[in-house]
């Protein structure tokens, strides 16, 4: 091989891994590319939300948040029942959530959320979601949305971070919507690195660190998360927007509804 030919080969060879190492973003989807539903673990989880605001610097605002996983068989086929329970010390913000997804590619089916007093439920579709007409003081029993695209419940992104197929250099594309809430969105996770995370019932956990930054209005944003290599399980959460931070932070036990406990 001549000189030349030989450096136009070995050129055109680095383009080419160049642009290897650069096409490393997946468009997750129900159809081709699928989350990996079997990395999604049943059981109840909870976390500690603390909130600063840079005009409160020596207050936190502190929140618990549990969030369980079952799976359920529904109009003979398996699905993912997911429950949430906000509590703080401000009963207006507490929060109960009941979702629904399919088992196969966690495609939502339901999803209904009670804050403070206020119910709205929503059956989804692929190409549309609409309120659930035959839910009692369902708030959103009129709303009806068209979707041109199949999309994911933004409210589950703890659980649909976890499947993931997560390595480094990864970027992710994933449609999601909050329901009831403006538009579904096309929202980019990249792989950023790789960080050994100390638990707070002390353990060092290799994670992998998952970041999604962005523009709202023109306030800049920033959230990253950590998951675990090992066990795909999400382990703290970082938010940055216009100098206030928030911390979701797995803990390594349940603290259980008093009440419900012991009456």
């Known amino acids: 091989m001549k000189r030349s030919t030989s450096f136009t080969f070995v050129l055109l060879l680095l383009i080419a891994c160049n642009f290897n190492s650069m096409a490393q973003t997946d468009t997750i989807n129900f159809k081709s590319n699928k989350l990996k539903t ?11 939300v603390y909130l600063q605001l840079p005009s409160q610097k020596k207050k936190l605002n502190l929140s618990i948040w549990t969030r369980e996983v079952r799976m359920a068989v529904q109009n003979g086929e398996n699905r993912f029942i997911i429950t949430q329970k906000w509590f703080s010390n401000d009963t207006t913000n507490y929060r109960s959530i009941y979702s629904v997804n399919r088992a196969e590619d966690f495609a939502p089916v339901y999803h209904a ?17 609409k309120g659930a007409d035959t839910v009692a003081d ?6 009806a949305l068209q979707l041109d695209q199949p999309a994911f419940n933004w409210n589950l992104d703890i659980e649909t971070l976890e499947m993931l197929p997560l390595t480094r250099g990864k970027e992710f594309v994933l449609r999601l919507y909050d329901a009831g ?3 579904p969105d096309n929202i980019h ?15 060092s956990v290799d994670c992998w660190k998952l970041l999604l930054e962005g523009d709202h209005g023109q306030v800049h944003y920033t959230q990253t998360f950590w998951i675990s290599k090992k066990g795909h399980e999400f382990l703290m959460e970082v938010d ?24």
């Open 38 to 48: 079997n990395q999604l673990k049943t059981g109840l989880k909870q976390y500690l």
């Open 113 to 129: 959320e009670m804050v403070g007093t206020q119910l709205k439920a929503f059956n989804w579709y692929a190409d549309h979601i």
């Open 138 to 143: 369902n708030k959103q029993k009129t709303f």
């Open 181 to 183: 809430s403006g538009q």
């Open 189 to 203: 996770y990249k792989v950023s690195g790789d960080e050994v995370l100390t638990t707070l019932d002390n353990r």
């Open 240 to 263: 940055a927007i216009n100098g206030m931070y928030r911390y979701k932070v797995k803990l390594p036990f349940y603290s259980p509804d008093l009440i419900e406990k012991f009456k």
